[in-house]
């Protein structure tokens, strides 16, 4: 049986381009049902569904990937896109900048996340 980050994995090896952008990735993201659109609250402490209102703590989170984007030209375009599942199944995605552009309170909720997963693509 595929796991979500087969699927991923062998969409980046049909279609390696299509692996080379953010917006291409969230697409195809959703495509494998990654539909919320996760938030961090301020502290830090809470992931937030806002389609249910539903509130997680990292324990109750899984990264299933997570890509990163650098930009070519300027570092403000740097970004990483987290594929996330809650122990009662709903999956979303979690943007953020890296580096110095980081948002605070992201980085702190994904230090705490246990389970972590990542597939390489063959390349």
């Known amino acids: 049986m595929n796991t979500i ?8 090896q049909e ?3 299509s692996m080379n952008t953010l917006s291409s990735l969230t ?3 959703l ?3 990654f539909s919320e659109n996760f938030s961090v609250d301020k502290s830090g402490k809470l992931l937030k569904a806002p389609s249910t209102g539903n509130s997680y703590h990292p324990q ?18 740097n970004a990483i896109l987290y594929c996330l599942e809650t122990n009662d199944g709903t999956k979303g995605m979690l943007i953020d900048s890296y580096g110095h552009d980081a948002d605070a309170a992201i980085s702190e909720f994904i ?10 693509a063959e390349g």
């Open 5 to 12: 980050q087969d699927n991923l994995e062998n969409d980046a």
């Open 60 to 77: 109750d989170v899984k990264i299933d990937n997570f890509y990163r984007f650098e930009g070519a030209s300027d570092p403000a375009d």
């Open 31 to 33: 495509r494998k049902g």
């Open 111 to 120: 230090k705490k996340v246990e389970e972590i997963h990542k597939t390489e």
């Open 27 to 29: 697409e195809t993201a």
């Open 15 to 17: 279609s390696p381009d």
